[in-house]
């Protein structure tokens, strides 16, 4: 296993966690550091604030899994001392062959039958007390009730009557749908009552509460859609005998499912030996889910389909759980599961390796780009209409050349199709039509550009927002 | 499909979404639409399925109206999604494209987030963290540029100008468009840096917002612009205006932007200013004047002021009692501060044979006042004042003394200087607490010499002194003396000579007690080392790091400033053995330095 200083610092959950464990590298705090005979696990004794130095070790029995131990009582996996172990390996320092650990060998071993009978019991029917999903079900469907009735209130009530004292007064309410385990649809209901309270929780000026209108309407539409649709789907699911949740419309995950690997593996939706290229990263704050939000922007070099890893760190539990970061290598993954979803589906890897970027791999993507806007217009339009669709989709498309027409940024194709370019009501990620105007021209014609979609309800008209250039050297990244 | 009547249902659905769902039932204006909705329905199914929907929202009851307006309105956002428009008709023109010639686009989230949060928020410790970005060349990155110019506006000016001076001048005259689109004359002071910026950047195209920021801006954003004028003879008349506004920085300013301007009305103005009662206002514009007419008046009214100050003796007053002459002298001659040119080096020449009766006048100010004002003008002006200046240094207080010494360095050769000058220093060193005049002359010229080395080796705040061009003597004399301070910061004049007293005063100062005055000589000493490539320098840097170790309560950062600047090769070997050994906030620092150092070797 390669292990250099960048393995090390994506291996830590938090950028001080890699500062602290390269300190400890660097002052030496390792008093004895070793690796097993067949090289799989590196394990050394670091002095930490205990009587007795810490045993720490990294495990690549499965290299695309590590696993990482120490005997410190963090609650951080890998701990800072895990993560020294690592930039003790990426710095050159001598690792002496010696003898596995007894504690380290049974905890490998247990680890090993665990994994095992994981196996085995994935390979396995799981057994599904059917009598608690059907009381869930249920559940849900009376959840289903409840929003429909705050709908109705909602509606009755009028956008122009909304402020930031209803909206909460709403979200209090919306709470209840969490009893009902409809996390998703209590987080779409947010999504509308979020929109009329600015970063303080305040009310919207007025020039503010005129530009959400369009949308709020357009919310409207989505949550009765989410009612409809969560009705059918949960009726449907209880008439079923084995209660199997919808693996073919992202309904599931609307209504809050959160899905096991298993459960994707199960319905298939699993890929073998994919390569994956970030195109672009960025974290947002989503009031509406109480969360932040890092999302990946990936293209899959086997299939070209754009996807997205999305890491939700509730603010409640922000120190615990692991910052993701910009990727600039190429993902390599045995197995790539897929969440139910059309266009940008979300995806998601259990482990992986990486290797640097090759001029053949930005050739390969460049070739999945869309070159005809007239078809993929159509496309895009066609799952836009959807209520519940995901109205930003993003795909890489070729641009033959990049101009204005009246003070407007546009792209356009080798036919001759344009397509206008915007930032507006895409606001998580930073602006990023300006930057073409820093960019060199030759970057501005025949380029691959990575683009979100966005129907301008007010404008009535279909616009991109630029996120990345995919140039024959570099992935040229334009947001955050 | 009829787009328009399509836009029509949704413009009164969305009517009544605002207005609430109760006031739906029957709405005439959208029951209105419903004829010509069954008629395009008789064609589309589409066109059929939204009359029927619209019409039962128009024939809901209160009850059922909600959920007729839900239908409707998703039935009518679904169409319209699929009717965008998605080109644009018209002539084409490419992207004015400004290359800033930056692509690095490759620096990670977790750098990036921190550093967009502090150019963009609000809170304390992000001025380190954008220096510190600065430092390490983050703002090549194209992301970056925006929010660089956002933090124009920061409340915390520190931050505003920082990015004004530091960081966007990296970008050259193409960020100049961008400037113009966020420029607002009548913003606050965000837009007066923006437009001192495009001045800079580009005086030329930023002409048009100088004269809108005159037309529109408020006090400061005049002043700004006042200061980008004076290039173009249209400026005059405005200027010549401007010297009569009432704030006192906008006449300062438009006399400044004038004495550029090298025409008759514009020397007229500034003629009059040295008559006037503005005169102090008007220094920085007389003293950069390149008019002869100008400086022929301020000649002219500094002489006749001098004679008058010396000839009218009786007029003279009593120490303690204002004098509006001495005063006024003394402003006219602080006009003349920085020029060498030959008349004004003549009527210096003749001042400074009027010393004797200058040093009587009493008053506030007083002839002691004019003779610092002479010694400044003299110091700061042609080799001739120059010499003049050092050959008159006994005739001249202790306080003057900088002046004088750093004028004979700049004219004189050497040892000359040192001739001269040295005695000075004997007599300090070998002074009590109570100093004569020749002793207190040498504790200035201690000081001048013992300028914080920072200064000189670092940031050459000191330029203007000449170091270079001092006699080893000095250092010698130092040692003999044991001028301590002036050892570390005479060091570079002879390596050789200051290596063993540098070894000597390190061992002095690592083995007193750890206060922070010891601390404060051992930073020195030890750049005074890094100066002369001391071949014990990084021994002494660790043994440094060893005592700082063992006093927590300091403040060791300093420290760091040698380690950066320790020749890799030798230093990190050693200062790995030490890391071990180190424990709290020390070890952490000087592990930062030692990655940075490793950094550098690679």
Known sequence: MEVDEGFAVRAALKSDAAKNGRALALKKSFLELHISDDGTLLFGFCQGSGKTPYLCSADFATPEKPVYRCSCPSRQFPCKHTVGLLFCKAMGYSFTTAEVPEELALKREKAKATEEKKKEASDQPRKVNKNALAKKIKAQLNGIDLLEKLLNDVVRLGIGNMNAKTAREIEEQAKQLGDFYLTGAQAALRSYTRLFKDGQGDDLSAASRESIFSDAFDQLGRLYSLVGKGRSYLQARLQDSELAPDTETAIAAWLGHAWQLRELKAAGLVECDVELIQLSFHSHDDDARQEVVETGIWMNLTSGAIQLTQNYRPYRSLKHVKTEDSFFEIAQIKELYRYPGDWNSRIRWDGMTSRPIEAADLKKATRFAKRDYTSLIKEIKGHIKVPLADKHPICALHVARAGKVAEELVFEDASGNRLVLSDKGMSDEPRSCHLLQLLPPRLLQDQIFVVRFRHDLDARRLQVKPLAIISSKEVIRLTL | ?602
């Open chain 2, 1 to 602: 499909m009829s787009i328009a009547l399509l836009n029509q249902v949704y413009d009164e659905s969305r009517r009544l979404a605002i207005a609430g769902s109760s006031v739906a039932s029957g709405d005439f204006r959208l029951k209105k639409l419903i004829p010509a909705l069954e008629q395009a329905g008789a064609k589309s199914a589409v066109f059929a399925k939204l009359a029927q929907t619209t019409k039962a929202l128009v024939e809901s009851t209160e009850s059922t109206a909600s959920t007729a307006l839900l239908e409707l309105g998703t039935f009518i956002n679904s169409i319209l999604y699929t009717q965008g428009e998605t080109g644009i008709e018209g002539e084409w023109k490419p992207i004015d494209s400004i290359d800033l010639g930056l692509s690095k686009t490759q620096t990670s989230a977790r750098l990036l987030k921190p550093l967009l949060e502090a150019l963009t928020n609000k809170g304390s410790g992000r001025f380190e963290i954008i220096r510190s970005a600065h430092q390490q060349g983050l703002f090549q990155d194209l992301r970056l540029v925006r929010p660089a110019l956002l933090a124009l506006d920061d409340s915390y000016s520190e931050i505003a100008d920082f990015v004004a001076d530091e960081i966007l001048p990296l970008y050259g005259p193409a960020l100049v468009p961008e400037l113009e689109a966020q420029f607002n004359p009548n913003g606050g002071r965000g837009h007066a840096r923006r437009l001192l910026l495009m001045h800079k950047l580009a005086p030329e195209l930023s002409r048009v917002h100088v004269r809108v920021a005159l037309d529109q801006g408020d006090a400061e954003m005049r002043v700004a612009a006042i200061e980008c004028l004076g290039n173009s003879p249209e400026d005059l008349p405005f200027l010549l205006d401007q010297r009569k506004a009432r704030a006192k920085e906008v006449r300062r300013a438009a006399m400044i932007s004038l004495s550029r301007m090298n025409v008759e009305s514009a020397e007229r103005a500034l003629i009059q200013e040295i008559d006037g009662k503005d005169l102090d206002l008007a220094r920085e514009a007389l003293r950069t004047s390149q008019s002869a007419a100008v400086l022929a008046t301020l000649l002219d009214r500094t002489r006749s002021q001098l004679n008058d100050l010396i000839t009218s003796k009786s007029k003279t007053k009593t120490k303690g009692t204002s004098d509006k002459r001495i005063e006024r002298f003394i402003q006219l001659l602080a006009c003349l501060k920085g020029r060498a040119d030959a008349q004004v080096e003549s009527l210096h020449l003749e001042i400074l044979k009027e010393i004797d009766p200058i040093r009587s006048l009493k008053g506030i100010p007083s002839g002691d006042d004019i003779l610092h004002t002479l010694a400044t003008n003299l110091a700061s002006g042609s080799p001739v004042m120059k010499q003049a200046l050092g050959k008159a240094h006994s005739a001249f207080g202790p306080a003057e003394m900088t002046s004088i010494f750093d004028a004979a360095n700049e004219v004189w050769k050497p040892d000359a200087v040192f001739k001269e000058f040295s005695p000075y220093l004997v007599a300090f060193a070998k002074s009590g607490k109570k100093k004569g005049p020749d002793a207190q002359r040498g504790e200035a010229i201690a000081t001048a010499l013992s300028n914080s080395p920072s200064n000189r080796f670092l940031s050459h705040r000191h330029a203007s002194f000449n170091f270079d061009n001092l006699s080893k003597k000095w250092l010698e004399l130092s040692i003999q003396l044991e001028l301590d301070d002036l050892i570390t910061n005479l060091a570079t004049l002879d390596k050789k000579l200051a290596q063993s007293a540098l070894q000597n005063l390190f061992a002095k100062k690592i083995e007193a007690k750890t206060n922070s005055q010891d601390f404060w000589y051992l930073d020195r000493v030890l750049e005074s080392m890094v100066a002369v490539e001391h071949p014990a320098l990084v021994d002494s840097v660790i043994e440094a790091i060893k005592k700082l170790s063992t006093s927590p309560s300091h403040n060791g950062t300093w420290i760091l400033r040698h380690v950066a600047l320790l020749p890799p090769q030798e230093a990190l070997p050693k200062l790995e053995a030490l890391l071990p050994t180190l424990s709290g906030k020390i070890a952490n620092s000087v592990i930062e330095s030692v990655i940075a150092l490793k950094q550098t070797r690679s």
